[in-house]
């Protein structure tokens, strides 16, 4: 069967990709496709590129702080440098960060400028800002439209391309299983999670209620879409009070993935046997 691999949208959340596709290695399944938006983008691209999810799980490891790590761990890191270099602050533009410094480090790990260069075939959203509607690149330049699928606004800097001003793909399309029309069987993994109010949180902060409305709006075209095109395997972390930016919550993520790990390995162990 031919398998398609979508995923979706949610910054920190989305290194709950990895345990998922961890199982399609050991199970021994490579996706005909792959559509993804975001970070389900930059996941696809280092899937798609050869690296295997294991390797994916060691580097990020290797790369991000911890939160118990103290701050003489964390200087002596020989990746903390790399860190500091992805804080490419855009003084002169309208978001936090160019977003330069990641497109570039993605690029010296997975050593590939085009789809045509993937092992496997993958799809990319980003938003057209302006006409309000999707843009899906699948050739030519690869790192452009991650780093357009990434444009999370006020955070990352847009992408100008051809005329139009592109950000993140969640705007139109966070988890893009509609795009694998070709596949037999399509598996969507949909790592949004959910914000819990806590003691003592009566308001949120600005940033926080920016963020997290974006994240609402996300779920909703994420729920509306499931009613009409529905995926053959759907995949959903329990992902709690994670925020968009908590990177340094990796192994808390990696541990609320671990029942939508077994699942998946359970649905695909299933579609394998029939029975």
């Given at each position: ?55 994916m799980r ?7 702080i911890s ?17 500091i ?20 480090f993605?690029?010296?790990q ?7 260069e ?13 006409a ?25 800097s ?26 037999d ?28 409305t974006?994240?609402?709006m ?7 879409k499931?009613k ?11 992902i ?12 808390e ?23």
């Open positions: 069967m031919k398998i398609g691999l979508a995923l979706g949208g949610g910054g920190a959340r989305g290194l709950a990709h990895i345990p998922m596709l961890e199982v399609l290695d050991e199970l021994g399944i490579r996706p005909c496709c792959i559509a993804g938006t975001s970070i389900g983008a930059v996941a696809g691209a280092i899937y798609a590129s050869g690296i295997r999810a294991s390797a060691k580097h990020a490891e290797s790369m991000l939160e118990g790590d103290s701050l003489r761990e964390i200087l002596s890191r020989k990746d903390f440098l790399a860190w270099k992805f804080l490419d602050i855009d003084f002169l533009g309208n978001a936090l960060f160019k977003g330069d410094a990641f497109v570039e993605l690029y010296r997975i050593e590939t400028t085009s789809f045509e993937l092992s496997i075939p993958l799809k990319v959203v980003a938003t057209d800002f302006w309000s509607k999707q843009v899906v690149f699948e050739k030519g330049d690869l790192m452009k439209a991650i780093k357009a699928s990434m444009g999370l606004p006020g955070v990352f847009p992408v100008h391309s051809d005329g139009r001003v592109l950000i993140d793909g969640g705007g139109v399309n966070p988890l893009p299983h509609d795009l694998l029309t070709d596949c069987v399509i598996i969507a993994v949909n790592v949004m999670g959910r914000l819990e109010k806590r003691s003592g949180d009566d308001s949120p902060t600005a940033v926080k209620a920016i963020l997290e974006f994240d609402i996300q779920r909703t075209i994420i729920a509306e499931l009409t095109c529905p995926p053959d395997i759907y995949i959903e972390p329990e709690r009070n994670i925020a968009l930016l908590e990177f340094h919550k990796a192994d993520i990696y541990a609320q993935a671990e029942p939508a790990k077994r699942e998946l390995r359970a649905r695909l162990l299933k579609l394998r046997t029939g029975v």
